[in-house]
């Protein structure tokens, strides 16, 4: 899998934005102005960084890796009420009640178990306050390939990849019987389609591809296997000009009360 802690993998979260799309089904759940954000997690500080232009108050970004908190902070510079620190999605070290929100985005899949991961975000959250979690479960991550879910693609050609896909992905029920087991109340779950990226032909998705951006998933892949999954993709989208990538995700609304 990706080693977050190698210098060669540092920009790898931090090379797009947040789709729109994102940022409307964020409204749609809460109202984010004035907030206190914890966002766990952080990667590159892309939805760091999108979250401040919903207009919170202030955004933390939280993240185990040196790297990425480096690459982050250079892709947030322009904004602010941004800041970085290092800890673990168990152990934070950000103060008790003192935010509003705590975002936690393709974060859980990495962890063995969720329940420490779950009490922490409890800890931080002032009452009143959400904990809103984007992550995949088996279920979305058994779409089929198609123009535009490319990632089901990875599955169609590797079906090794979905071994380890669905092992590593948290199930619905998982999550919520964790989220109750650490004090939250009236849970919500949502899906949601995201798009990750509008590639103008084929050769920019291949590049992003090539170099695995923000897919830790091919990693699993030798590079002759990422080029065969190049040719692949490029045998059902290579014609279209504009390729409109997006993704499935799951979305878990828990309450502090």
Not at 23 to 29: E, F, V, Y
Not at 108 to 121: P, Q, S, T, V
């Amino acid at each position: 899998m990706i080693d977050f802690h190698s210098d060669e993998n540092r920009y790898t979260y931090a090379g797009r934005s947040a789709n729109s799309g994102w940022s409307q089904a964020i409204l749609d759940l809460i109202d984010p102005r004035g907030q206190r954000v914890a966002d766990v997690g952080r990667g590159g500080g892309i939805y760091s960084r999108a979250w401040a232009d919903l207009g919170v108050t202030s955004v933390i970004g939280v993240d185990f890796s040196e790297q990425m908190i480096s690459a982050a902070k250079e892709n947030t510079q322009d904004h602010r009420g941004i800041s970085f620190k290092q800890g673990t999605a168990e152990n934070t070290g950000l103060p008790s009640g003192s935010f509003d929100i705590v975002f936690e985005r393709a974060l859980i899949h990495h962890l063995k178990d969720f329940d420490a991961c779950f009490a922490e975000a409890y800890r931080l959250l002032a009452h009143g306050g959400k904990l809103i979690i984007q992550d995949r479960t088996p279920e979305d991550v058994k779409i089929p390939g198609s123009q535009k879910h490319v990632r089901g693609y990875f599955f169609e050609l590797f079906p090794k990849l979905m071994e380890i896909e669905i092992k590593r992905r948290p199930t619905g029920q998982g999550v919520f019987d964790s989220l109750l087991k650490a004090g939250f109340s009236e849970v919500e779950i949502k899906n949601l389609w995201e798009t990750r990226e509008i590639h103008d032909g084929f050769g920019p998705l291949a590049r992003d591809l090539r170099q695995r951006t923000g897919r830790s998933i091919l990693h699993d892949l030798t590079d002759t296997e990422v080029e065969t999954l190049i040719s692949h993709v490029e045998s059902h989208v290579g014609q279209l000009r504009t390729i409109v990538e997006k993704d499935r995700w799951t979305l878990w609304i828990a309450s502090k009360t």
